[in-house]
Each structure stands twice: as structure tokens, then as C-alpha cells.
């Protein structure tokens, strides 16, 4: 039971989390200044950090941490910014939510079975092809 916990606790953990996230996004995109409002956004999560790394790792020295940061750290940084940034302004530009999420998030596992069959040698079978093109026929189903 304890497996199946540690398993599954980070699965809804970013599902609660998405669902706050696109909820938020949306209001965020009639803000008059939503990259101000992102900004807020990045000062309260690196003030969680800092707590949760307090907390998590005492025995640790966040700035020796910080300073030592792999330099992938700085390219999920700037992914991260595009992701918020797109979204709010998708939203912006009239997505409704239960559309623009589900049709970025379908390209996304489109560019990731790629990604990882390009850059890291998983398979692709034909089972997961398959539910590619089934998956992009019920994206164009619910987009039109």
C-alpha cells in the first residue's frame, strides 16, 4: 500500500496543481498586466522553495545549492516561463480553457513520444502510434 502511495501521491499532486494552475491562468489573461501577475507568481514559488528546501533538506546550505544549480535548472526556469506565459496569453486570445489545455496538451505528448524516441532511444510501438492518431482524431473532434 505504501508503494502504491509513493506511486500515485505526485500524479495527483500535479493534477490538483494543474487544475488550480489553468483556473488561475484563465482569470490571470483579463488581468490589465498578467506578466506582472506572473511575477508575483515566481516570487511566492521561490519562497516556497526556499521553505520547502528548509524543511526537507536541513542539513543543506540553499545558496551553496543555488549557486551550484545544474544549468538544465536555468532552462526549466525559461521553459517554465514560456508555459505560463502561452498559457495566460492563449487564454487571453479567447481559448476556451477546456479546449486550448487539451490541444497543448496533446501536442505536447505528440512532441514527447518523438523527443523520446529521438533523444533517449524509447520505443515507439505500434500500440502507442496507434493511440496517437486516435488521440489526434479526438482532438479534432473536440476542437471543432
Known amino acids: 500500500m505504501k508503494e502504491l502511495f509513493a506511486l500515485w501521491w505526485p500524479v495527483f499532486l500535479v493534477v490538483g496543481a494543474d487544475v488550480i494552475y489553468q483556473i488561475c491562468a484563465r482569470t490571470l ?3 490589465k498586466s498578467p ?3 506572473l511575477g508575483t507568481t515566481y516570487l511566492v514559488s521561490a519562497s516556497l ?5 528548509e524543511a526537507l533538506v536541513p542539513e543543506g546550505h540553499i545558496l551553496t545549492e543555488i549557486l551550484s544549480a545544474h544549468p538544465a535548472a536555468f532552462l526549466v526556469g525559461i521553459s517554465i516561463t514560456g508555459l505560463e506565459v502561452g498559457t495566460i496569453y492563449m487564454y487571453r486570445k479567447g481559448w476556451a480553457m477546456n479546449i486550448g489545455f487539451i490541444v497543448y496538451t496533446a501536442l505536447t505528448v505528440a512532441a514527447l513520444l518523438l523527443a523520446g524516441c529521438f533523444f533517449y532511444g524509447e520505443s515507439l510501438s505500434a500500440l502507442q502510434f496507434l493511440g496517437l492518431i486516435l488521440a489526434s482524431c479526438g482532438m479534432f473532434c473536440i476542437v471543432r
Do not use: D, G, I, P
Open 35 to 37: 506578466l506582472a501577475a
Open 49 to 53: 522553495c526556499a521553505v520547502l528546501f
Open 29 to 31: 489573461s483579463s488581468h
